[in-house]
């Protein structure tokens, strides 16, 4: 027997404009890629199907997962000329027999939960595009796109009419992809004309455990060979980017000991703040268009970043306090990062250096209580300055150092956080809401 679950809200725009958005290639892969229920129980879409009259149906086809689903389907039905009710429904059938069937109640609960936070990321994404609801369309280059910003502005950037090419390592046959590679200063000049703007996020993870000799040296030239060699490529283009948006992190400030800095802060003491201020200088080097440094705080999101590193402990019901407990974050959820690159995409008057953070940084005392109320975990576990650094050696600067950066680039351009107090961000980030069926 098929079973039914479904959900329904009501989202700004018209039906033709919301169903433009359900249809776009990256819009499930964006909505359902987050490690969530849905594509954990129904297993993966394909075969988009488009019922051209009104209510317009999307469906997708299902391909085999712990249930066995047979269509996942979205509804767009017209309220008024900017209302739209918007239905997602899943219909499948249960595996493992009598087994399957004593889970099914708390199976259904599980792809309702993440349908419910579909649809309240489909409306963040709405009340987004609302803000530029005449922008033109951008062609963007990005650098990075495999890594855990990157793969988020893959998803998120074509909905909101942007054309992303990505620079990949690899030869590729895919019109989209343009083969580069930095350490032999290789790629195709031609490929690279013409674009509105390049975001660059390459370089080595520096969220090693331990940072050794060689490590720091692979963190430091990455960055600023990548983008050196970028900015060499731009001069000789007869089309070059109109705007050069590159990566940087508010370890550019050093410890901060309680002050309060923005972007018109000088640079500090460490290996962050050395290697942060030369890659904004390599950057800057760019002189054919506009330039914006970002100045990344801890970017949050479930699948990758800080939170990524505490699973473990989560699973086992610790939460992490690290250092002395009174030390500064300046964080960003993910999806608001996204959103405020698209603010930086569309407001063409911002350049130079931009914090992005939201308004409200914690100390990692706070940080790790709001995360165990959230998760429900019993036992926050609190880890000395001299414990982690014993563990994890230099590295530890990334989770010790206090700053407190402020984002006033973005505030002065009046743009919009979706998420900007930490436990909203966590219970979306998790998909801890309470909810009602």
Known sequence: MEDVCSYSSVVEGSCERVRAYYESPSCMQRLLSRGGAAPLYIGGLHGCRVNAQKPYTI??????????????????????????EVTTCVRYQLHYGFLGRSLARKIQEKIYRELF????????????????????????????????????????????????????????????????????????????????AVIHLSGENVGAFRWTKKKKQAIKESRLLSTRFLVESFHKLSHPPKSFFCASAIGFYGDCAGKVVDETAPSGQGFLAEV????????????????????????????????????????????????SGEEKWSWISLEDLGYQILHLLRKESI????????????????????????????????????????????????????????????????????YPRLEEALRCIFNKYEIHQ
């Open 59 to 84: 469906t997708y086809q299902c391909s085999r997962g712990k249930i066995s689903a047979s269509s996942y389907e979205i509804t767009c039905r017209a309220l008024s000329d900017h209302k739209t």
């Open 117 to 196: 936070h579909t649809h309240l990321l489909a409306q963040e994404d709405r009340k987004h595009y609302h803000l530029y609801p005449h922008a033109a369309p951008l062609k963007v280059l990005l650098s990075g796109a495999s890594g855990f910003v990157g793969n988020h502005l893959v998803n998120l950037l074509p909905l909101f009419a942007c054309d992303v090419f990505t620079l990949v390592r690899k030869e590729s046959t895919d019109p989209k992809e343009i083969f580069w590679d930095p350490y032999h200063k290789t790629v195709d000049l031609s490929r690279l004309e013409g674009f509105d």
């Open 276 to 323: 942060s201020a030369d890659w904004e200088e390599e950057a800057k080097m760019f002189s054919k268009g506009r330039v914006v440094s970002m100045r990344f705080g801890t970017v949050l999101g479930s699948q990758g970043g800080l939170l990524q590193k505490f699973t473990t402990l989560l699973h086992y019901g610790f939460s992490l306090q690290v250092g």
């Open 351 to 418: 350049q130079g250096a931009v914090n992005m953070t939201t308004p409200y940084p914690v100390t990692t005392k706070e940080f790790a209580a709001t995360l165990a109320k959230v998760l429900h975990v019993q036992w926050p576990l609190p880890m000395g300055r001299k414990i982690l650094q014993l563990m994890m050696g230099e590295a530890a600067e990334g989770l010790l150092t206090s700053i407190q950066a402020m984002p006033r680039q973005l505030e002065n351009t009046q743009s919009y956080f979706s």
